[in-house]
């Protein structure tokens, strides 16, 4: 099982920004999947999640703002940020979970990748 993000990069506030997280070794439209992300200095945070089922969960603080999505054909998870705030700056990391997943647990999740760096600037 390998995870591996990309897209990470500098943005201006406001703008937007797409990640991508390409799944191996697993059908990741099986899975629970999710996007977590730390800021400097503080803890890994769960930010969005989509199940098998398709039903998308997502932190209060991204809610209209991110959208998580599958191409399950590629076996590719993204995450479409928009409205990128400062405070959304950090390492963001795909995560994946063949059982029960939670956002609010990073133990639920036995699968990650190394992530990939967001900066958004004013």
């Known amino acids: 099982v390998q995870l591996l993000e990309f897209g990470g990069g500098s943005v201006q506030t406001g703008g937007p920004r797409r990640l991508a997280c390409l799944a191996s070794g697993f059908n990741a439209s099986t899975y629970c999947m999710a996007w977590f992300r730390q800021a400097p200095g503080k803890e890994r945070e769960g930010v969005a999640r989509?199940?098998?089922?398709?039903?998308?969960v997502y932190a209060d603080s991204v809610k209209g703002r991110f959208t998580i999505s599958r191409d399950n054909a590629k076996n590719i998870v993204y995450l479409q940020m928009d409205n990128l705030k400062p405070e959304d700056t950090g390492m963001y990391y795909c995560a994946g979970s063949g059982a029960y997943c939670s956002l609010s647990y990073l133990s639920t999740f036995p699968y990650w990748g190394q992530g990939t760096r967001v900066t958004v600037s004013t």
């Open positions: 989509i199940v098998r089922e398709g039903r998308t």
